[in-house]
């Protein structure tokens, strides 16, 4: 049979993908793993409607094999396979999707298990293969084919033997380069990985046989190796199980195994998402902020997976920045699997998956603060100031979100309060939320500032935190009051007529003191907010002393 060429468009398409679309070259076995996941997948459903056909899940699996002095690596499936008609149109069309088509017609059918529908994994094949061999025989025929190609210059399909229907992709592994390595792909420890890596959650056994080592019989100290047929994958992914099912432990472990931290996770969030988006995931809440946290090198982000199978590592489209610390993982099965990231940032669900997290880690939190306020305060000393800072970005948008998961030390109290427990015990007559700020609540309670307010019996809140007057400021007000610094000029209390008439008397002697004070303050004045201490610095603006001092800190 004459060599086919593909089509032009897909000879060119083909190259871009394989430098493209695909940063890694071990994907290619996610991809073909996922193929022959869905044609598995594609006779379950074919039995849903079919009484001729039974589906005994024990005849399915996936089989990888290689082989060092062949190079040969090989993907096998007990799949549907494909008719030579099929090779044809789904392997020799780049960018068409068989199984976008059987989604299509068998919507109805619930046939949404199927990860594919992008039409181009395939082809990664060729990221590490020089020759691509395909041999299938389809369900229901006799006939089995042999397709092959070399890559970009077209391919060839024959008909060939094989006894039963399934798929086998065998792969002619590069030799190495000069910079690449590809003897890897041949090595069963490598693949072991790669298929962990990626493919752990696929529904069917993906099987390998890995090299023991056991006592020689009747040997003292001697060992032989022998092959066993291993189930690489652990197939029940912990998000899809039953949150009844599972125990605190469970999560800690899934937490361990990720690697999100080294520490515990303070709070897991299981989320089974039914309604307009659907997806599972599993959010945590570190215990600790990770060392990084707080520089440039710390990157947010979930894993994401389509369908069971890794898409990508740390998506951080689907966290906000002030969510930055949680960790986990988000797994929809309507994403395209092989969607790169410029795709992703466009994909609808994303943001609609994106939204939806955003509102749930919210609430989590906020019940956390109902319902455990020690754990909240943990949470609060190792990330609260990320959420203060994300109050401040984005011009405030996000302040709605964020303003009643802020806690700040309490004059009153002594321990750290939220803006809605201040407000809702505040007297009648005060006007507004009172803040002093200094170094540490020991520095701001000798501030002679502070005096009048608290004589009035008012509480303030104490920022020690550079960003705290910034993400007040930001806020304006909270529930209709406005935030003021003790040491503002106007502090909205009623002065007595004793201190106005001191002003009149003593005006000469202010301006003196002016004159001495040589330019260094812009006017001395008798105080109406002073108790116990002779004299304090005040500010005459809306900035405080402290935000004042960050100010002029800051380079031009
Ligand atoms: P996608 O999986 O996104 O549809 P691929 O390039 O990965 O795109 O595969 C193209 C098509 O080839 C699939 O849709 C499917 O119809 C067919 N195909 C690929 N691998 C197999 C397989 N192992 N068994 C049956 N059909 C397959
Ligand atoms: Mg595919």
Same mark, same amino acid.
């Given at each position: 049979m004459a060599k086919k060429e593909f089509k032009a468009e897909s000879k060119r398409l083909l190259e871009m993908m394989?430098?493209?679309?695909?940063?890694?070259?071990?994907?290619?076995?996610?991809? =073909?793993?996922?193929?022959?996941?869905?044609?598995?997948?594609?006779?379950?459903?074919?039995? =849903?409607?079919?009484?001729?056909?039974?589906?005994?899940?024990?005849?399915?699996?996936?089989?990888? #094999?290689?082989?060092?002095?062949?190079?040969?690596?090989?993907?096998?499936?007990?799949?549907?396979?494909?008719?030579?008609?099929?090779?044809e149109n789904h392997l020799g069309v780049i960018a068409k999707s068989g199984s976008l088509a059987f989604k299509k017609e068998n919507e109805a059918k619930d046939g949404h298990n199927i990860i594919g529908q992008f039409g181009v994994g395939f082809y990664s094949a060729f990221m590490v293969a020089d020759v691509v061999t395909v041999v299938s025989k389809a369900l229901g025929s006799d006939q089995a084919y042999k397709w092959e190609s070399e890559g970009a210059d077209g391919y060839t399909i024959v008909p060939c033997e094989k006894d039963s229907v399934g798929t086998d992709v065998i792969l002619k592994i590069k030799e190495n380069g000069e910079e690449e390595s590809y003897d890897e792909y041949l090595e069963e420890y490598r693949l072991k990985a790669i298929v962990k890596k990626y493919s752990d959650f696929i529904r069917y056994p993906i099987k390998m046989d890995v090299t023991k080592s056991r006592k020689k019989e009747g040997a003292e100290n001697e060992y032989e190796s022998y092959t066993e047929e291993e189930t690489v994958n652990s197939m029940v992914p912990i998000w899809r199980k039953n949150r009844s099912e599972l125990k605190d432990e469970d999560y800690e472990n899934f937490y361990n195994e990720k690697r999100y931290g080294f520490d515990k996770p303070l709070k897991h969030i299981h989320i089974n998402a039914d309604g307009s988006v659907v997806y599972r995931a599993i959010l945590f809440v570190p215990e600790t902020t990770p060392f990084d946290y707080y520089t440039k090198e710390y990157e947010k982000g979930l894993e994401l997976y389509s369908n069971g199978v890794l898409i990508m590592n740390k998506c951080g489209d689907l966290l906000p920045d002030y969510f930055s610390f949680v960790k986990g993982m988000v797994d929809s099965e309507d994403l395209s699997l092989n969607i790169s990231r410029e795709l992703l940032q466009h994909d609808r669900q994303l943001t609609q998956i994106a939204k939806h997290l955003k509102g749930k880690i919210k609430s989590e939190l906020q019940s956390l603060l109902k319902d455990d306020r020690e754990k909240y305060e943990k949470f609060f000393k190792a990330f609260g100031r990320q959420l203060k800072y994300g109050v401040y970005s984005d011009y405030g948008m996000n302040k709605e979100t964020l303003q009643d998961l802020l806690l700040f030390y309490s004059s009153k109290e002594k321990k750290l309060v939220t803006?809605?427990?201040?407000?809702?015990?505040?007297?009648?007559?005060?006007?507004y939320i009172y803040y002093a700020t200094g170094d540490s609540v020991e520095r701001i309670e000798k501030l002679p500032q502070t005096e009048l307010v608290a004589d009035k019996g008012y509480e303030i809140l104490?920022?020690?935190?550079?960003?705290?007057?910034?993400?007040?400021?930001?806020?304006? #007000?909270?529930?209709?009051?406005?935030?003021?610094?003790?040491?503002?000029?106007?502090?909205?209390?009623?002065?007595?007529?004793?201190?106005k008439t001191e002003?009149?008397?003593? #005006?000469? =002697?202010?301006?003196?003191?002016?004159?001495?004070?040589?330019?260094?303050?812009?006017?001395?004045?008798?105080?109406t907010r002073l108790r116990s201490h002779p004299v304090c610095l005040s500010a005459e603006g809306e900035l405080s002393i402290e935000m004042e001092k960050i100010l002029r800190s800051m380079p031009d």
């Open positions: 394989i430098n493209s679309i695909y940063t890694q070259k071990e994907i290619f076995l996610r991809e =073909l793993i996922s193929n022959a996941s869905d044609a598995i997948d594609k006779i379950y459903y074919r039995a =849903l409607t079919d009484d001729s056909l039974v589906f005994d899940k024990d005849n399915y699996f996936i089989k990888i #094999k290689a082989d060092k002095a062949s190079r040969t690596l090989t993907i096998s499936d007990t799949g549907i396979g494909m008719t030579a008609e099929e090779l803006l809605d427990e201040y407000v809702s015990r505040m007297p009648e007559d005060q006007k104490y920022f020690t935190d550079d960003i705290d007057e910034f993400a007040i400021k930001m806020l304006m #007000k909270y529930k209709e009051k406005e935030f003021k610094s003790v040491s503002s000029g106007d502090l909205g209390i009623e002065a007595d007529e004793n201190a002003a009149e008397e003593n #005006k000469d =002697l202010f301006e003196a003191m002016k004159e001495l004070l040589g330019g260094k303050v812009k006017a001395v004045k008798a105080s």
